[in-house]
Structure formats: structure tokens, C-alpha cells
């Protein structure tokens, strides 16, 4: 402790403890506020219990936890089954296009989950254009409302965190490894099994983990396929700003029964990565299997059709907002009608969208690529005070965090409810954490003899951080602001509780859209937000493709 | 005149011990090496010299400049890395010029300085070349040119061949060495490889657990060993344990395995007195059994159990009893004198090589 305040740590150390004070100030506190409201009458904050026993009494409210978790369990179960035998084709066969199946594969991520539900219902809905084609096959089927629907999405639409981990643990299995297990008399199954699972294992579990709290921290999901069944997100919104009648109280509580929720998966999470050690030498590559002719033609189809379908939706949204609509019903006609709606009456959300995002991706970029650096090179007892502190965001849940922000800065000293500000602290509290990791995974990659090289030669720490560090880093950095930027503009878990009037965005506005049968400008709107997604994820392929690949 | 001293310098990790109240006189122009096996504190001792790390105890000085407490920056040192550490996003000629744009030299100069630097590691042409295109041997010289370059009070050298393959190894340290011979820089080179610091040094200090066990030059290190550790880690020693049984006049007896050695009294070994031996291959003459020994020798008998044909030398393994062998390398390896398989053979050495460690020494 006692060097903390030495001259040549100061800099660095006040930095970290500036973090550290903003990320209690910002998010500690504030979700301490829902936690003490979760225990307080809403009439005079008193002590009490009763949003407890409400909870456990009415069903609507223990259902709501019941259902976040099953669903979410469920769709962890299906990425399972449907990433890890395509990161293993992927990794281990000659199938043609792989870095397109790869590049295709993070997509889903990229794009709002919502976008996705609601293009499925276009297709699968009760009125669906796929649910008629059935329909008029003779087959029985209604729709994809309900649990079904929302497992199906999430599985689509997450499965790439448990792809691009369990892919990256394929590829490192060193040949020899498994080499060495088949000359010791196993054969090549019982080798995989014994030898190569083990070591992909770790990659699979926490990708699958990493899907289990995106899921049951989702809103905008379950609020547009989940047909009136209660969520814990979903729930804790309506109690929050019900036009009916308002239960803060009850919002709070549910808010606390998702924190714990998260809490718990991430905790495992950690839990399990440290008995294990992640990274193996990737020195060796795996042995990659020649298939010839039909084999590979198949497999390589397989493949492209599982990376293909969960951007269907995708498409089908951007081919809807060209045709004319009234209502939910779809005429076939080619029409711009919902983009001159969209550009004229909606210029602001569009407007707003952009500006929200970039101003949180700066602050992000700011804080966070120090933050990173204090992670892997001036690791001291602040620095794992930080590494906790910056793990923290990703346990809050969206509309946990915009319950909780509203709260804190109603009234008092720092007054931001009701101003654009406030989706801008939000913002900037969720992304953050995913700058400084990639930051420090980049500088994981970064050898610190470079650093020292520049300071040998007579350049001061602070100037060889601007001249060398950053510099090397700016590949990723820009790769990462731009990710950061994409996955906010397509935020809607917390933008729906802190939006106010004037600073509504694209999301809120589709989403409105989405709930009053407005398809035409949902759908405008969805394919806006698509192609602002998919063109800066180009130019990531294109220009930052080493650097990107570490952000996965 | 000093170059730099170090003086009961100590660095703890945690409860580790990374140096241990080391001191080191190393003179102006010095080529000194820090010889130890991985993990013996060497670059951890490097780096307190060049700031990088604050050590707890003690003084380090450049000539007659304290210089701990002074950061890394403003110290005045050239470092080499083992991973070159060439900055990939400047070209040759930038990554050169960059200390000396960090101390504000005139552009005409920076421009000038560079190119000798260069052309004295001998890369003239590739000035614009992107690290990149480089090869690795390139690299390091670069590097060591960058860190010339700044014309710095002392250069220090954190294994810089040990990324090249052997050839290139072997032709590099000897560019190093005459560089630092026409520069007269005094300069501390890390090494793991005895044979390298051999071959480079001045003076070495070998170390061992954070601590320098011997000082001296190459020659000194390799011939009169400071220590067991010492003599088994600078080249190929016969090493064994036994315990003097004799010990009158000149001359020592050891037993180890029921075979006698004789040994010089001058190491004052007493009998009783638990010891290890150390006996250079080279030092060890193999004779036909009838050979006539001369005086000063100790003589033993044994058998040949294999040998191994190396063009210039060869080396014999003499068996005694079970669990005695010596290895013995003769370098008259004519056709005609090579012994064969189950030969018994006279071996003799000058008593006064066989060198003697006693086994209590201190930890
Ligand atoms: N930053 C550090 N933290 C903890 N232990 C360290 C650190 N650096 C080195 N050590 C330990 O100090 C000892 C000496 O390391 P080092 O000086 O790198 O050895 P060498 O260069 O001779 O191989 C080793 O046991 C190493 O594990
Ligand atoms: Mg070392």
C-alpha cells in the first residue's frame, strides 16, 4: 500500500480511484437505493416486507422468475446444440468460406434482439407469412407467441458467444495433444472426448453462461414475443411506469430478485474460470480433416445455413420497410411511404440514436481504455478493487440500471432525470466494462518490453502511454469503439425506462411501433438501425480484422 | 575507474528472494555478463539497474552518479530485449531516431546519427524498411542500434540472442562484442548460456537463487570454480560426493564408491570431512594400461563402457565400480588411439585439477 501515492504511481493510481468513485457513485449507489427501496412501504419508507411476500404470494410476480430463468435455461441449452458442433466443423474441417461463416456468425450479436423477434412473428406470427404457408399445408400450427418464441430467438441470436468461445477453444487444442492421446492406444472419439473436451470445455461453459445472462436480462424479447407472459425485466418496467398504478416498491423487489439472478451466473462464472486455466498454448493448430467432394460440399452447407438463418429476420425486416402497409397488414407493392414517415416525422429519434451513442462510446473510450491498461500493467491492490468494479455493470441488469439512475438522480444534488444525460450515463455504464476488457485483452497481446524499450530511450511513462501504448493499441481501440457504438444505438432495456420527451430513440420508437401494429415503421425504422449495424461492422472485418478478432 | 557499482542491492517478491544482497564493482567499458540458470534473479537484477524495478536495500551507481531513485527515463541506459521490442508501427530509420527526437537532437543530426548506427550494425539500405519485413536477426540489430544510438552511459542486454537460431547466434555475439569493444561502452549482458558468456565476457558473475556465487574472468570462472554450483554449471564437470579418508603431506585420498582420489591439500580438507569433487573431462588423460605416468598425477584404473566419436574430440565413459563412471574427453583422436568398448584403460590427472567443495558450505 505504502508506494499508492509515490509520484510514479500517482497518475495511474488516481486514475483508478477516479473509476472506482464514478462506478460507485453511478452504479453502487444507485442500485443500493432499489435494494433499500425493495424493503420500504412506497407510502412512508418504512421497513417492511411486503414486496417480498407479494412476490412470493401473487404468481404473476414468482412466475415472472420462473419464467426469465427456464426460458433462459432453455435457450443456453439449444446454443449448446447448435454452436458447438459448428465451431467444431468450423475448427477441425476443410469446409470452404470459413473467415464468411465466422464473420456471418457475429452478426446476431450486433443487431437489437428485438428487431429479431419482431421480424419472426412477420414470418411466424398468427397472421405470419410463413404461418399461413404452413397452414395451407394442413398442418396444425398457430404461431411463435409465447415461451417457444422467445427460446427460439434467443437461441439464434446468441448463439455466437458460445460459437466464437468453444471455436477459439477448438483451435487451440494443440494437434500433438491429441496426437499424443491416440498413440497412447485411445482412439480417435475416446481421444476427443478425454483429451480435446476438457480443453474446450471452459470455452463452452462460459459462452454458454454469457448467453444465460443476456437472456434473462433481456426486455425487449419477451415484451414482443412473450405475449402477456411475465418476465422479471419485463415486469419490473411495468411496475415501474404502469399507467394503471405505479409500484416502485414492487419494482424494486423484482429488480433484486434479477440482480440476484445475474449476480449468481456470473459469480459461477468467475467461480468456474479460476479453477481452470483458460489459455492454452495455442503454438500448435489443430489438425484440420480433408473432406473430399460431396462431404465437404454438405458440410460446408450446413454450416452456412446454420450462420444464415438467424439473419433471415434481418432481411425479412429490411424487405418489409420497401413495401406498403397499412397497419399490420402487408400489401406487396414496393413503396418508400415508411421511410419518408420515418425521415420526416422521426428525424429526431434518428438524430438522438446517433448522438446518445456517440457521446457514451467517447466516455467509454476514455475511461475505459485506461481502466484496461490499470488492469494489465499496473496490477496493485487498487487494480483489483478495479477489476471487480468494472465487472459490476455487466451483473445489472438494463432496466435494473434505468430504475435505478431515475432514483438516484430525481432529486438532489446531481439532477439528470429527464435530460438526455441520463441515457448517456447509461450508456456509458454498460459499455464501458467491454472497452476496458478489450482494451486489457489487447494489451494482453502487447509485449510490455515495447513500453520499456520507449522509456530506456529517454521518453517519460506518460508520454511512451500516448506514443507507443495507445498507438499499438489503436487498431483495437477503434475496433472496439465502433462495436460499442453499434451494440448502443440498438439499446433498449434501459433507453425505454429513462427516455423522456425529445430524447426518444430509434429503439424506443420501433419498439412503439412494434406494440401498436405499426409494421410499416418498425420496420423502417429496424432497417435503419440495421444498415447503421452492419456497414461500420465492415469496415471492422475489413481494415481491424486482427485486432477485432480479439474483441469476441 | 568505475562504471557502475552495485552495492548490497536486494529485491524481494513477496517472500522470494529475486537478488540477494548482491554487489558488483563493473569497470568503465566493461563487457560484464550475469551467467545463472532461468528463474536465478538475472533480469530481475537488469532491471533494478535500469529503473524498472525499485530495490529495497542498497545503492546502485553510474560512475560516481547515484542513480536509484532516478526513473528509467532519465537514467541514461540502452537496453536491449530478447523479444528485439522494435516499435512495429515505425520504420528502421524512425525506430532509431526515436530517443534521439526524445532528447530534442537538431533533425540534420538525428538524420546523421542514424545512419551510423545503421551502418555499424551493418543494416545500411534498409532504413525505410517496416520491422515487419525484417528478419529476426535484423530485428535485434536494429534494436541494438536504436539503443546505441543515444550514446547511452551504459547498455544492458536482457538475452538478446536467445530468439535466433544457433548459427546466428554464434555469429551475433561476436558482432556484439566487437561493437562494444570499438565503443567502449560498459555494458551488462544476461545470459543463461555459459558457453555464450564464455565466449562474450569480460568478467561474469554466475549466479544462483539471487545470489552471485563467483566473480571473475572467463577463464577463472571455468578453471577454478568458486563453488560446486559453479563448477556444475560452466561447462561439463565430473561431480561426485565422498569423504576424505587420508589426508598427510601434499596429498588428500577421497573415497566415493570404493575408488580412490588423490587430491591436492592446498584446498585444507580434512580427513572425515564430508566433500564433492569436481574433475574437468578435459582434464582427465586416458592412457594405454602399461603407459608410463608422470609425476604429480593420480592414476586410475577402469574400463571403457562407450565412447562417442566427435570428429575433433572424443569422449569415453570409464566405468570403476557400479555406480563410478568419469567422463573423459581426448582430443588425439587419431584412428589408431581410439579405445574400444570393454578396453581397460589408465586414466591420470594432475592432482591439482581436481577440485574439492566441502559439502557444509553455507546455503
Ligand atoms: N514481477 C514479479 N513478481 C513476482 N515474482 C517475480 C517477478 N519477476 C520475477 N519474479 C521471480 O523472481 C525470480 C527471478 O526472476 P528473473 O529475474 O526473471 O530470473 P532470470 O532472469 O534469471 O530467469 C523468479 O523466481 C521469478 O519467478
Ligand atoms: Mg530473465
Known sequence: MKNIFQSKNLFWNLTALLIFIAVIYFLVVPVSSVLVGSFQTEEDGAW????????????????????????????????????????????????????????????????????????????????????????????????????FGVVMVFTVQFYPYVFLMTLSGFNSVDESIEEVGRSLGTGPVKTFIKVSMPLVLPGILSGTLLVFMTAVENFGVPMVIGEQKPFLAVQAYMEFTSDIG??????????????????????????????????????????????????????????????LIPLIPFFVALVISFLEMRGPVIHPNFSLQNYSYAFSHMARPIFNSYFLATVATLISVVIGVPAGYILTRRRSSIGDGLDFAIMLPFTIAGTVLGIALIVMFNTGFLVLTGTWMILALSYTIRKMPFIARSSSSILYQLDPAMEEASISLGVNP???????????????????????????????????????????????????GILSDDMGMASAFASILIVSAIVPLLIIIGRFKEEGSSLF | MPGIS???????????????????????????????????????LLRCIAGFLDHEGGQILFGDRRVDGIPTHKRGVGMVFQNYAVFPHLSVQDNVKYGLKARRVPA?????????????????????????????????????????VIEPEVLLMDEPLSNLDAKLRVEMRGEIRLLQQKMGITTIYVTHDQEEALSISDRIAVMEYGIVRQVGKPWEVYVQPGDAFVAGFIGT????????????????????????????????????????IALRPEAITIRDIEEPVPDGHWVLEGEIIRFEYLGSMIKYEVGFSENVTLLVVSYDAEPAKIKNVGQRVKLSYPIERAKTFRKDRPQ
Open chain 1, 48 to 147: 417492511t416486507l411486503k414486496n417480498f411476500l407479494s412476490f412470493v404470494k401473487y404468481r404473476t410476480y414468482w412466475k415472472s422468475l420462473a419464467n426469465s430463468v427456464g426460458v433462459s435455461l432453455a435457450a443456453s441449452v439449444l446454443t449448446i446444440v447448435m454452436a458447438v458442433p459448428l465451431a467444431f466443423m468450423v475448427s477441425r474441417w476443410n469446409l470452404k468460406g470459413k473467415p464468411f461463416i465466422i464473420a456471418l456468425s457475429t452478426i446476431p450479436l450486433m443487431l437489437p434482439s428485438f428487431i429479431s423477434a419482431f421480424a419472426w412473428i412477420i414470418l411466424l406470427g398468427r397472421a405470419g407469412i410463413v404461418s399461413e404457408l404452413i397452414r395451407s399445408l394442413g398442418i396444425p400450427f398457430d404461431s411463435i407467441y409465447g415461451y
Open chain 1, 246 to 307: 405505479q409500484h416502485p416498491g414492487m419494482a424494486y423487489a423484482l429488480s433484486v430478485v434479477l440482480i440476484m439472478v445475474t449476480m449468481t451466473s456470473l459469480m459461477a462464472q468467475r467461480y468456474y474460470l479460476r479453477k481452470r486455466n483458460f489459455i492454452q498454448s495455442a503454438r500448435g493448430r489443430p489438425e484440420i480433416k480433408e473432406l473430399r467432394g460431396w462431404a465437404r460440399r454438405f458440410a460446408t452447407g450446413y454450416c452456412f445455413t446454420v450462420v
Open chain 1, 462 to 512: 506518460m508520454k511512451t502511454f500516448f506514443k507507443i501504448t495507445i498507438r499499438l493499441m489503436s487498431g483495437g481501440i477503434i475496433a472496439g469503439a465502433i462495436l460499442t457504438w453499434v451494440t448502443t444505438i440498438s439499446e433498449l432495456s434501459s433507453t425505454i425506462v429513462l427516455q423522456t420527451p425529445g430524447w426518444s430513440t430509434m429503439t424506443v420508437e420501433m419498439f412503439q
Open chain 2, 6 to 44: 552495485i552495492r548490497n542491492v536486494t529485491k524481494r517478491f513477496g517472500d522470494l528472494v529475486a537478488a540477494n544482497n548482491i554487489s558488483l564493482e563493473i569497470e568503465k567499458g566493461e563487457f560484464f555478463t550475469l551467467l545463472g540458470p532461468s528463474g536465478c534473479g538475472k533480469t530481475t
Open chain 2, 108 to 148: 540534420r543530426e538525428q538524420a546523421e546519427r542514424a545512419s551510423q548506427a545503421l551502418a555499424l550494425v551493418r543494416l545500411e539500405g534498409l532504413e525505410d524498411r517496416l520491422p515487419n519485413q525484417l528478419s529476426g536477426g535484423q530485428l535485434q540489430r536494429v534494436a541494438i542500434a536504436r539503443a546505441l
Open chain 2, 237 to 276: 564437470t565430473n561431480m561426485f560426493d565422498s569423504e576424505i579418508k587420508t589426508s598427510e603431506g601434499g596429498l588428500a585420498i577421497a573415497q566415493c564408491g570404493g575408488v580412490s582420489f588423490g587430491l591436492s591439500r592446498s584446498d585444507g580438507v580434512a580427513q572425515g570431512s564430508q566433500i564433492q
